[in-house]
């Protein structure tokens, strides 16, 4: 296990939308040596806090005014306040016994720690064309900014907070999804590192974005912001 020093400190953000069934599979996991856990709740009606709280009392909780992950991400990392933030999935696909792996590549000297469901083993319980479709996207990513990356669509991320704000927190349309954050990351020049980590599969439930809409809309988001930094 990881052992906790006294410094870093590390907050994890936890983005949540009904979410309840799931987060007993990944509150109770979280390693002792995490500092604080942030989660944002965009809604939820099955009693989503009312569970996190019941499993983790300590945990802090935000409500989100608006709807969509980017603006769930982005109101997390801002109201965190560790010097390591890592972002994990309330559905149960990631898991938390995992989060040595990101520590230690930022205490390595990267600036950012992007996981990855591929490097380790095939996704548990994925279809096959969501998988060849997240194989595409990270063709597309390797393809405009010419890196190696297998996985650009993990939630599974760690970071350092003094990296991350040079990533344009505020602007309109930032941290809409993964891959508009690592295509910043990378156009920032921020060092970063692939980290292999288990896909567990969602505990409950369905995914909220259908998988044909995502990709496309991963696609363009990529191309866009190849495009803008082609343009300075």
């Known amino acids: 296990m990881y052992p906790k020093p006294p410094y870093p400190r590390i907050s994890v953000v936890i983005c949540t939308l009904n979410e309840a069934k799931n987060l007993p599979h990944v509150l109770p996991y979280i390693p002792d040596w995490v500092d604080e856990v942030v989660l944002v709740d965009g809604h939820s009606t099955d009693g989503t806090v009312e569970v996190a709280r019941k499993l983790r009392p300590d945990v802090k909780v935000f409500y989100q005014p608006g709807k969509g992950k980017g603006e769930a991400l982005r109101l997390g990392i801002k109201g965190s306040t560790g010097d390591i933030v890592v972002t994990l999935d309330a559905d ?10 990101f520590i230690e ?26 998988i060849i479709g997240n194989l595409i996207i ?38 809409e999804d993964e891959p508009l954050l690592i295509s910043r990351a990378k156009k920032m020049g921020l060092k970063m590192v692939e980290v292999g980590h288990h896909d567990r ?29 082609r343009s300075h």
């Open 92 to 101: 149960g696909e990631t898991d938390p016994k995992d989060m040595d792996r």
């Open 105 to 130: 590549a930022l205490l390595r000297g990267y600036d950012f720690a992007k996981g990855s469901r591929l490097r380790l083993s095939l996704p548990v319980g994925k279809p096959m064309h969501r």
């Open 138 to 175: 990270a063709a597309v990513f390797n393809m405009l900014f010419l890196t190696r990356f297998t996985d650009l669509c993990s939630g599974y991320n760690a970071f350092w907070r003094n990296s991350i704000e040079k990533v344009s927190l505020d602007s309109e349309d930032c941290f």
């Open 201 to 229: 599969g969602r505990m409950s439930g369905e995914s909220k974005a259908p998988s044909w809409r995502q990709g496309i809309k991963a696609i363009k988001t990529l191309v866009r912001e190849w495009l803008k930094g």
